[in-house]
T-cell receptor
Framework: AQSVTQLGSHVSVSEGALVLLRCNYS??????LFWYVQYPNQGLQLLLKYTSAATLVKGINGFEAEFKKSETSFHLTKPSAHMSDAAEYFC????????????FGKGTHLIIQP | ETGVTQTPRHLVMGMTNKKSLKCEQH?????MYWYKQSAKKPLELMFV???????ENNSVPSRFSPECPNSSHLFLHLHTLQPEDSALYLCASSLQSSGANVLTFGAGSRLTVL
């Protein structure tokens, strides 16, 4: 069985501050890991993915995430928050191979304070 | 039109109605998915089609009936739904590979059951 846990259903940061969204996973096989973002009234958009090529993954909009096997974590960071980053963020994993659907966390709502 | 397109974007139906959600992808993908997104719950994988064959059905009630006539189109037929079925229904597609399965999502169909 596999699962994804996102710590904190809501995270609030000031504009210009560091963004840190936490994700821990459980998987019986080495997983592929993803972060998706969802803006209001829209579908999910891929931010970045970990595919075992490099532990530090850079994505769109200045986000990056680091895979730490020893901590079973894949936390998402951005050095300086922008108002446009306000959205719902989802961490997800898959075993890979075939048409394997993603297992998602519950999501973290990121609030940016002016 | 490119990407994954879902219609209708909004649907209101009574419990005795029959309606359908439609999903279309123009990405050359060969796998398609239906997810249910409810408030305060993780995204739930409902159905997976690979090469137009259903490969996964996560114990979804029979009042939801999927159809995949070809690799570009996916439908979700709805009948005698319950108010708890009100949710955002997301369609996604991917290109099957031996590696990471990256899903591309549509904007969703917001369903309200009265």
């Amino acid at each position: 069985a596999q699962s994804v846990t996102q710590l904190g259903s809501h995270v609030s940061v000031s504009e210009g501050a560091l963004v840190l969204l936490r994700c821990n996973y459980s998987s019986s096989v080495p997983p592929y890991l993803f972060w998706y973002v969802q803006y209001p009234n829209q579908g999910l958009q891929l931010l970045l993915k970990y595919t075992s090529a490099a532990t530090l993954v850079k994505g769109i909009n200045g986000f990056e995430a680091e895979f730490k096997k020893s901590e079973t974590s894949f936390h998402l960071t951005k050095p300086s928050a922008h108002m446009s980053d306000a959205a719902e963020y989802f961490c997800a994993l898959t075993r890979g191979g075939g048409a394997d659907g993603l297992t998602f966390g519950k999501g973290t709502h990121l609030i940016i304070q002016p | 039109e490119t990407g994954v397109t879902q219609t209708p974007r909004h649907l209101v139906m009574g419990m005795t109605n029959k309606k359908s959600l439609k999903c279309e992808q123009h990405l050359g993908h060969n796998a398609m998915y239906w997810y249910k997104q409810s408030a305060k719950k993780p995204l739930e994988l409902m159905f997976v089609y690979s090469l137009e064959e259903r490969v996964e059905n996560n114990s979804v009630p029979s009042r939801f009936s999927p159809e995949c006539p070809n690799s570009s189109h996916l439908f979700l037929h709805l009948h005698t739904l319950q108010p708890e079925d009100s949710a955002l229904y997301l369609c996604a597609s991917s290109l099957q590979s031996s590696g990471a399965n990256v899903l591309t999502f549509g904007a969703g169909s917001r369903l309200t059951v009265l």
